[in-house]
């Protein structure tokens, strides 16, 4: 059966040794970095167009060719992908841009941008064979394994912190997930599923720890390309726990860019952190392309307690590149944020995608942007998956 993808093989992120897309991968077993998928973009260039891209369903996998999945049998999907791009008007005039954007990811199936990256990695592990899968999550990842392994036939084991937000753990068991609460945060929740994953036949879909959820998580860079006709926004800012948004869009404009899809100036592309786990923001700052463990971590975006990523060294590399900048915000800004953009505009950001507009307003004042600045802001999730914050803001 002829493939639908163009995907060549995958490479390791620091060495560049080559690995065969073709058999289970997880990291470069010689650098301990994440692999990344390669594909044949000469091939892409002389076979895609982008009018027949705009003809197929409006989710996702209408990128095919650029993504990892070879067989149309094997992608599990709930609809994913094609959130919309929704303007804040007032908001460019209120801080003298040109516009600024939200893509509002909390329209995805699992109400999160893990989504799209739990869809990727779930259909390459049916397309291998995997059985069982297996995932440490701060939150939203742990729900989206679960309903995407239940769309597959296969078995998930989710391990989240014990102060995870209540419906988040919910849905994770509601659709079959083994979920197993752990005292600690998500780097305890890793090294459980790191020290029994061989023993229990688990296949580990921790962030980059296998080479497929950035993948997923490229369509977000797809999407903002062809919804703003083939251009790019001046300024993306999206939430970083481990980053993998952000190092996938990345990844997709490059790809776009040697397709001759793009000819335009690319992003500046904003990491935004708590000042309660920020140890990305602390690496920038600092010039590095590694962060710190960052000990003791608390925030109220479950999402951003992520105290050193495993991609770290490749979201530094895409802030440096791109020209772009990380900001950390106080906790207070993040409840601030999601307040003002529910009654200003109506929508119900998650802690993480309000931490964009905090960002947002410390660049203004910063003088970081300019009035010909087109924004993109990232809402991850939706706010109701975060009753308790809900409630702290609503109760009289």
Not at 169 to 194: F, N, P, Q, W
Not at 288 to 311: C, Q, W
Not at 347 to 365: F, S, V, Y
Request: aromatic share 8%; proline share 4%; net charge negative.
């Amino acid at each position: 059966m002829e493939s639908i993808s163009f995907v060549t093989h995958v490479v390791c992120s620091e060495c560049g040794k080559n690995f065969s897309h073709r058999e289970l991968q997880t990291f470069c077993p010689t650098c301990n970095k994440p692999l990344v998928a390669v594909y044949d973009l000469e091939k892409a260039k002389a076979t895609m167009k982008k009018e027949r891209v705009a003809a197929r369903p409006f989710d996702m996998w209408r990128y095919r060719e650029l993504l990892p999945v070879e067989s149309e049998a094997n992608i599990v999907s709930l609809g994913e992908g094609c959130t919309p791009l929704i303007q804040l008007k007032q908001a460019a005039q209120q801080l003298g841009v040109r516009e600024v954007w939200v893509k509002d990811e909390s329209q995805t199936p699992t109400a999160s941008f893990k989504a799209r990256g739990l869809a990727m990695a779930v259909s390459k592990a049916l397309e291998l064979g995997v059985e069982k899968l297996a995932i440490p999550t701060a939150g939203n990842a742990g729900g989206a394994l679960a309903a995407y392994a239940a769309r597959a036939g296969m078995q998930s084991y989710v391990f989240m912190p014990n102060d995870v937000p209540r419906t988040i753990y919910m849905e994770a068991k509601l659709t079959g997930a083994h979920v197993e609460l752990v005292e600690g945060i998500i780097s305890d929740c890793g090294r459980m599923v790191a020290e029994r994953k061989d023993a229990e036949g688990w296949f580990d879909v921790s962030t980059l720890k296998e080479p497929y959820r950035l993948e997923g998580k490229k369509t977000m860079g797809l999407e903002i390309a062809e919804q703003f006709h083939w251009q790019l926004p001046e300024v993306i800012i999206y939430p970083t726990g481990g980053g993998t948004g952000l190092i996938g869009m990345w990844k997709a404009f490059a790809e776009l860019v040697e397709m001759g899809w793009l000819d335009c100036a690319l992003p500046r592309m904003v990491s935004v952190q708590s000042e309660g786990c920020d140890p990305i923001t602390r690496a920038f700052r600092a010039g590095r392309l590694d962060s710190d463990f960052f000990e003791n971590a608390e925030t109220v975006a479950a999402g951003l307690r992520v105290p050193k990523a495993f991609g770290d060294t490749l979201v530094l590399k895409a802030l440096q590149e791109s020209g772009g900048v990380a900001h950390s915000v106080s906790e207070q800004e993040i409840l601030d944020g999601v307040v003002e953009i529910a009654r200003a505009y109506g929508l119900n950001l998650c802690p993480e995608g309000a931490a964009t507009w905090a960002a947002l307003k410390r660049m203004r004042d910063a003088g970081e942007l300019s009035e010909s600045d087109r924004v993109v802001l990232f809402n991850t999730g939706s706010g109701l998956k975060y009753p308790e914050v809900m409630e702290m803001l609503t109760s009289d």
